[in-house]
């Protein structure tokens, strides 16, 4: 059976008002280090909707019944650095027994090709569910390289968490990794001549940590 790619973009008015804080070129270091870390929670409702539950006999003040519990697969978070960092940063306060990953890469301005700097991944990563995450996903070369540097590991389910995608990004890791779903907040129109998502919110790594 073949599936075709799935994107989603959850168009929730929580998480539209907060992107657009974070677009605006007021929003200093501090206020966008915050809703960077909000926006990755409202995302992570989304991507972790389809997580396995069981039933578990439970006793509450006044009754004993089946609740639903976390089953299935254990979950690693893998950040692509630097920006990544502070989405998993705010994911795992929700799920907090999840492994946490990182994959050094960033992108040379020249090329816009990714260039590969430090890996570090839970060794069971193969049985486990992985988030990465990158708040841009734009050429998509940096999501498809740590993609692949994730399955040379032996992940075998992953979900590309994003907060700005645009179509060329989305198709580009389609097309190499359809097996891969996209979560992002919202998708923009296109890429600027430098490799930039427009209208875009800038560099993300910048403006999460200040850096020019
Ligand atoms: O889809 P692509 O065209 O590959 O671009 C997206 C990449 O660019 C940014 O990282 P950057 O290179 O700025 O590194 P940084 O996080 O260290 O700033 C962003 O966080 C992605 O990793
Ligand atoms: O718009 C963009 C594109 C790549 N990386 C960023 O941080 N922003
Ligand atoms: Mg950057």
New binding site residues.
């Given amino acids: 059976m073949t599936t075709s790619p799935v994107l989603t973009v959850p168009h929730h008015p929580l998480l539209l008002h907060k992107l657009s804080l974070m677009r605006d070129v007021q929003t200093g270091v501090k206020e966008f280090r915050e809703l960077a870390a909000e926006v990755s929670l409202l995302l992570a409702y989304e991507a972790m909707r389809d997580l396995e539950t069981e039933p578990v006999t439970l006793t509450t003040p006044l009754a004993t019944a089946a609740f639903p519990m976390l089953s299935g697969k254990k979950l690693a978070l893998v950040a ?5 960092l502070v989405m998993t940063d705010s994911i795992v306060r929700l799920v907090p027994a999840a492994k946490v990953g990182h994959i050094g ?3 040379d301005p020249e090329t ?1 090709s ?1 260039v590969a700097y430090y890996s570090k991944l839970p060794a069971d990563i193969a049985e486990r569910r992985v988030f990465l995450t ?10 498809v390289a740590a993609i692949e540097n994730l399955k040379a590991a032996g992940a075998q389910s992953i979900k590309l968490m994003s907060i700005l995608a645009v179509p060329e ?1 989305v198709k580009r890791v389609h097309d190499a990794h359809p097996d891969v779903e996209i979560v992002a907040a919202a998708l923009d129109d296109g890429l600027n001549d430098h ?1 930039y998502i427009m209208p875009g919110l800038g ?4 403006r999460i940590y200040g850096t020019k």
Avoid at 80 to 84: E, S, T
Avoid at 134 to 143: F, I, Q, V
Avoid at 203 to 206: L, Q, R, V, W
Wanted: glycine residues 24%; negative net charge; without cysteine.
């Fill in positions: 692509i650095l630097r920006a990544g890469m960033y992108r816009l990714p990158d708040p841009m996903l734009a050429t998509g070369g940096s999501a990004g490799g560099d993300a790594g910048d």
